[in-house]
C-alpha cells in the first residue's frame, strides 16, 4: 500500500511539474508577447522620430535650394535653361529616332497595315516615276541663278504678269493657280522669274551660235533702208457677236469701198483729201493718212510686203488686206540702206527672234548646253538613262522643226 502511494505522489508530482512547466511557458509567452508589443511600440516610435527628423532635414535641404537658385545671375539661369532643353531635346531626338528607323537603320516615311515604307523606297517610286525631271529642275534653279542675278527688273515684270493674270481670271483666278499646280502668288513669281531667266539663256545660246554667213546672206536679204507711207483705212464694220455671213457681207462691203476710191485716186483725185474724208484710221486722216518713216517688223506682214514693193509717189492699185481692214498704200520716201556695221545689232536681233518662232525646243536645247558648261555628272544610272533619252527626243524633235 506504501508503495501504491508514493506512485501516486510521483504521478501527482509529475503532473505538477507539468503544470509548472506549462505555467513557466505561459509566463514566457506572454512576456515575449509583451516582449514583441513593446518592440513594435518602440519601432513605431522610431519610425515617427525618423520621419519628423526627414522632414526638418528637407525643409532644410529646400531652403538651401531656394537661397541657392535666389543667388543666381539672370545670366547663369539662361543658361542653365538653355543646357536643361537642350538635354530635352536630345531625350526627345532619340526617342524619335529609335521610333522612325527601322533595325536597318533606313529612315521610316510610313507604315500601314504592318506594311513599313522607307525613305529608300520612297525614293526608289519616285526615281522611277519622274526622277530625273525633279533631278534636272534642282540642277537648272541652281545654274540660272548663278548665271543670271534676279534683277528689280525681272521683280516688277513678274508682279505685273500677275496683276494682268487676276485681271483676266477674276474670281477663277485662285482655279488657275492651282489646274497649273501653283499654291500662291510667291510661287508663281519665282516661276515667271525663272521663265525670264530662261529666255535670257535661249538668247544667249542663239547669239553665240549664229555665224557670219548667216548674217551677211539675212542683211543682203532682209535689211532695207526706212520708208514712209500714207494709207487710207477701210475697217470691217460688224460687231463682235455679228454672225459668218454678216462678217462675209462686211468685207465685201469695205473692199468695194475700197475699190472705188482707187478709182478716185486714178482719175487724179488727191490721196491725202480721200483720206481725211474716208479713212476710219482716226489717229492718222486728219494728216492724209501720214505714217510717218517705219522699217521691217514695224508694220503687219502683208502692209509692210506691199509698202515696201512700191516705188516712192506710187499707190497699190488692189486693196492690202489685214486684220484691221482693206488698206489704199501710198509711198512717200524711201531711205538709203544702212551699212552691214551699222546693222549688226538690228541682224542679231532679227535672227534672234526668227529662231524662236521657227524651232519650239531651242529653249531645250540651250539649257542642255549650260548644263554641259557646268560639267554635269549624274551618277544614279535610271536617272541617267531617262535624261539621256529625253535629250535625244529634244535634239531629234529640234533638227526636224527646223528643217520644216
Not at 12 to 30: C, F, L
Not at 209 to 216: G, P, V
Not at 249 to 276: P, R, T, V
Amino acid at each position: 500500500m506504501a508503495e501504491k502511494k508514493d506512485t501516486s505522489a510521483k504521478k501527482n508530482t509529475s503532473k505538477t511539474a507539468k503544470n509548472k512547466v506549462t505555467t513557466k511557458k505561459a509566463t514566457n509567452s506572454k512576456k515575449s508577447v509583451a516582449k514583441v508589443t513593446a518592440k513594435k511600440d518602440t519601432v513605431k516610435e522610431e519610425k515617427v522620430v525618423d520621419t519628423y527628423e526627414v522632414k526638418l532635414k528637407k525643409e532644410k535641404k529646400s531652403n538651401k535650394i531656394v537661397k541657392w537658385f535666389n543667388g543666381l545671375t539672370l545670366e547663369q539661369i539662361v543658361i542653365g535653361g538653355v543646357i536643361l532643353i537642350a538635354i530635352l531635346l536630345i531625350v526627345l531626338i532619340c526617342a524619335a529616332t529609335k521610333n522612325t528607323k527601322t533595325k536597318n537603320g533606313d529612315d521610316i516615311v510610313v507604315q500601314v497595315d504592318g506594311k513599313t515604307i522607307t525613305a529608300n523606297d520612297l525614293y526608289d517610286a519616285l526615281k522611277e516615276q519622274n526622277g530625273y525631271n525633279v533631278a534636272i529642275n534642282m540642277i537648272d534653279d541652281y545654274i540660272l541663278n548663278k548665271e543670271y542675278k534676279t534683277t528689280d527688273d525681272m521683280k516688277k515684270s513678274a508682279e505685273a504678269t500677275i496683276e494682268t493674270y487676276k485681271s483676266t481670271y477674276g474670281d477663277s483666278y485662285e482655279s488657275f493657280l492651282e489646274y497649273n499646280g501653283i499654291s500662291n502668288d510667291d510661287e508663281l513669281k519665282e516661276l515667271l522669274i525663272k521663265n525670264n531667266k530662261l529666255t535670257l539663256v535661249t538668247e544667249d545660246y542663239i547669239k553665240d551660235n549664229i555665224t557670219e554667213k548667216e548674217m551677211k546672206d539675212y542683211y543682203e536679204n532682209n535689211i532695207y533702208g526706212d520708208i514712209s507711207a500714207k494709207h487710207i483705212l477701210i475697217s470691217f464694220d460688224y460687231d463682235d457677236d455679228a454672225t459668218d455671213e454678216e462678217k462675209e457681207e462686211a468685207e465685201e462691203n469695205a473692199k468695194k469701198q475700197a475699190e472705188e476710191i482707187i478709182e478716185k485716186l486714178k482719175n487724179g483725185e488727191d490721196f491725202s483729201e480721200l483720206a481725211k474724208e474716208y479713212s476710219t484710221d482716226e489717229s492718222s486722216k486728219e494728216n492724209g493718212g501720214d505714217l510717218g518713216y517705219f522699217n521691217t517688223g514695224d508694220m503687219v506682214k502683208e502692209f509692210e510686203q506691199a509698202a515696201y514693193a512700191l516705188d516712192v509717189n506710187e499707190y497699190t492699185t488692189e486693196p492690202v488686206k489685214t486684220t484691221y481692214g482693206y488698206h489704199i498704200i501710198m509711198k512717200t520716201g524711201q531711205k538709203e540702206k544702212p551699212s552691214y556695221e551699222k546693222s549688226k545689232d538690228t541682224i542679231i536681233e532679227k535672227l534672234v527672234e526668227e529662231k524662236k518662232n521657227n524651232d519650239s525646243t531651242i529653249s531645250v536645247k540651250a539649257m542642255i548646253a549650260l548644263r554641259e558648261k557646268y560639267n554635269i555628272k549624274i551618277k544614279d544610272k535610271t536617272i541617267k538613262s531617262d535624261y539621256n533619252s529625253y535629250i535625244e527626243e529634244a535634239t531629234t524633235t529640234t533638227t526636224t522643226t527646223a528643217s520644216e
